[in-house]
C-alpha cells in the first residue's frame, strides 16, 4: 500500500494531555512525519535513537483515506481501512523543543518513529467504539484506550485536516494516543493489540 501524508492528532486524549501536563486543546492539535518515519510492525526489530535521551511508545488508532474529502461525507465515505500505530516520540529532545516554542519535528519526524501494523477493512465508527486497542510491552499493558474517548472524534478531525492541510487518497491519521505512555528500552518487545487479537508486533533495538 502508498502512503501519502502522515498526520498526527496530539493531546486528543484528556488523561494523557493531564499526564504530560498539558491543556487540554479547544481543536485538534496537528503535526506530520516524514515518510521515512513509516515502518511496519510485522515482528521486526526496529531501531531507534538511543542516544537523544528517552524514546516513548504512544499506541495510537490509525485510519487510512480512500478518497479527497469534500463538505458532507461522512467518516464511512471517506475511510477505507484501519490500522494500530506507535508514534514513538523523543520526550526529552521534546520537552525542550516545547520549552522554546519551537516545532516537534526532531522529537516526532526521525526514521522508524511511525510504527504501524497491517491495515484491515473500516468498519464503521460504531464499531470501532465497541472495541478497546491495548499495547503490551514484554507481555505487560501499558496502554489501553478506545476511540469513543477521543477528545476530537473521527469526522472532527478529517474535516479540520482537509480544510488546513488536504486530505487525499493515501494519506493515513494517527488519531491520539491514551494515558500511560512511557519509555522503551532495548530489546522491549511490543504488541499492538485490537481487542483481544494481536495486530502486529515489533521489538526495539535502540542504536
Known amino acids: 500500500m502508498d502512503i501519502g501524508n502522515i498526520y498526527c492528532v496530539g493531546r ?3 488523561l494523557h494531555a493531564a499526564e504530560l501536563g498539558n491543556e487540554v486543546p479547544k481543536e ?3 503535526f506530520s512525519k516524514p515518510t521515512h518515519a513509516l515502518v511496519r510492525a510485522d515482528g521486526r526489530e526496529i531501531t531507534l535513537p538511543g542516544k537523544r535521551g528517552e524514546v516513548h511508545h504512544e499506541i495510537e488508532f490509525v485510519v487510512h483515506i480512500a478518497k479527497p474529502y469534500t463538505e458532507g461525507l461522512a467518516v464511512e465515505d471517506v475511510v477505507d481501512e484501519m490500522a494500530l500505530g506507535i508514534d514513538f516520540t523523543l520526550r526529552d529532545v521534546q520537552s525542550k523543543l516545547k520549552k522554546k516554542g519551537h516545532p516537534w519535528l526532531l522529537a516526532k519526524g526521525f526514521p ?4 504501524i501494523t497491517t491495515f484491515r477493512s473500516f468498519p464503521s465508527i460504531v ?3 465497541q472495541t478497546d486497542f491495548s499495547l503490551y510491552k514484554n507481555g505487560e499493558q501499558v496502554q489501553k484506550g478506545n476511540i469513543g474517548e477521543m477528545l476530537f472524534d ?3 478531525i478529517i474535516a479540520f485536516t482537509a480544510e488546513h492541510f488536504g486530505l487525499g487518497r493515501g494519506d493515513i491519521i ?3 494516543t491514551p494515558a ?3 519509555p522503551v528500552a532495548d530489546g522491549d518487545h511490543l504488541d499492538l493489540c485490537w481487542g483481544t487479537e494481536t495486530l502486529g508486533t ?3 533495538r535502540l542504536g
Open 174 to 176: 494517527f488519531t491520539g
Open 154 to 156: 473521527l469526522q472532527h
Open 202 to 204: 515489533c521489538t526495539v
Open 28 to 30: 485538534p492539535f496537528l
Open 12 to 14: 486528543n486524549y484528556a
Open 180 to 182: 500511560g505512555v512511557g
Open 127 to 129: 464499531s470501532c467504539e
Open 112 to 115: 522508524n518513529s511511525a510504527a
